[in-house]
């Protein structure tokens, strides 16, 4: 049983010693640690979270200069391919131009030869049927 002497005074007053001297030995100290280790958490917490928007912020960035850089280069192909057509459709023309200036030419050609050999074909006609006639009728033709 318990009994209520100068013995229970004794072990309150221990109590009460002991926590005084496990506040300042153990209690302060642990809390003054957890203290700094809370501060340090808090700093590095906020730290990660600065490092992460200024990576958001670099990324953004990036991507928008790879968009300006895509937009760029689609202006570019485009200029080009342009370019290339406007070249494509000039020497066409020019080539089409030759050829038909090439089939004029041809043409003309053609025309002065067959003529020509119209002309010699009309003189030789003219001499054969002569022969033909002479040889048909056995003399000569007036």
């Given at each position: 049983?318990i009994?209520v002497?100068?013995?229970?005074?004794?072990?309150?007053?221990?109590?009460?010693?002991?926590l005084?001297?496990?506040n300042?030995?153990l209690y302060?100290?642990?809390?003054k640690?957890?203290a700094?280790r809370?501060?340090?958490?808090?700093?590095?917490?906020?730290?990660?979270?600065?490092?992460?928007?200024?990576?958001?912020?670099?990324?953004?960035r990036?991507?928008q200069q790879?968009s300006?850089?895509?937009?760029?280069?689609?202006?570019?192909?485009?200029?080009?391919?342009?370019?290339?057509?406007?070249?494509?459709a000039?020497?066409?023309a020019?080539?089409?131009?030759?050829?038909i200036?090439?089939?004029?030419?041809i043409?003309?050609?053609?025309?002065?030869?067959?003529?020509?050999a119209?002309k010699?074909?009309?003189?030789?006609a003219?001499?054969?049927?002569e022969q033909?006639?002479t040889?048909?009728?056995?003399r000569?033709?007036?």
């Amino acid at each position: 049983m318990i009994s209520v002497d100068w013995t229970l005074g004794l072990q309150f007053l221990n109590f009460i010693i002991l926590l005084i001297i496990l506040n300042k030995i153990l209690y302060r100290p642990l809390k003054k640690i957890m203290a700094e280790r809370h501060e340090t958490l808090t700093g590095l917490h906020a730290g990660a979270k600065a490092l992460e928007a200024e990576i958001d912020e670099k990324m953004q960035r990036y991507q928008q200069q790879l968009s300006d850089a895509k937009s760029q280069a689609n202006e570019e192909r485009n200029k080009l391919r342009k370019a290339a057509s406007e070249e494509e459709a000039k020497l066409l023309a020019e080539a089409h131009g030759k050829a038909i200036s090439r089939f004029e030419a041809i043409k003309s050609q053609v025309a002065n030869e067959a003529g020509e050999a119209g002309k010699t074909l009309k003189t030789e006609a003219k001499s054969l049927a002569e022969q033909i006639s002479t040889k048909i009728l056995g003399r000569e033709l007036a």
